[in-house]
């Protein structure tokens, strides 16, 4: 038991770490289905994850499987994330995103679910000289091209982007118009 929760078995984490850059290697957790789920990390010489592999095990209605997931990052010069492709069980690997940036390290243009030469979808920011986000696709940031100024409606929430001078806000409403997060 884990003295939470009567008659709950505890769940463990082990972390290894490298013996010469004290690296995280592996990451080893019980998982709710009585198996693990384990990570093993791979780094560049600049220290950035360029492999996540996860293993996943499971035991449901006494089969036992394993799934593996490995997802590969790439950087640029700079240290930037450029690329993140994942694959499962051995499969091709298929990049699901793309990541572009200007001379001051600002995102300027993210492509997302690559396939060959054609993108799910292709958002691309903009900013003032401060830094601040300006636009985002070359819609305003603080309007909303169906609903007027002040607004990014989708689905049920309406969001509002506003600087205060020091960070950017944003501020989620609900259908009532009161403020549920503020980031």
């Keep these: 038991a884990n003295g939470n929760t009567p008659g709950a078995t505890a769940l463990k984490t082990t972390y290894t770490y ?28 600049r220290d950035n994850i360029t492999r996540i592999q ?17 997802k590969d990052y790439t950087y640029d010069k700079a240290g930037r994330k450029t690329t993140l492709s994942m694959s499962k069980d051995g ?14 390290d600002w995102l300027i243009t993210r492509k997302l679910g690559l396939s060959g030469v054609n993108i799910l979808q292709q958002v691309d920011y903009q900013y ?3 830094g601040w986000l300006t636009n985002i696709n070359s819609v305003p940031v603080g309007t909303n091209p169906c609903a007027g100024p002040s607004s990014i409606v989708g ?20 259908e009532a118009g009161n403020p549920y997060l503020t980031l």
Excluded at 54 to 70: F, K, L, N, W
């Design 18 to 45: 490298d013996a010469i850059y004290g690296r995280l290697e592996t990451e080893t957790a019980d998982n709710n289905f009585g198996k693990t789920d384990q990570y093993t990390y791979t780094y560049d010489f």
């Design 54 to 70: 996860r293993v996943h095990q499971a035991t449901i209605g006494g089969v036992t499987s394993t799934v593996t997931v490995v």
């Design 91 to 104: 499969g091709a690997s298929q990049q699901l995103n793309s990541l572009s940036y200007n001379n001051n």
């Design 128 to 130: 003032n000289s401060r």
């Design 155 to 174: 689905g049920n929430t309406e969001i509002d982007w506003f600087h205060d001078g020091l960070i950017q806000t944003v501020v989620e409403n609900d």
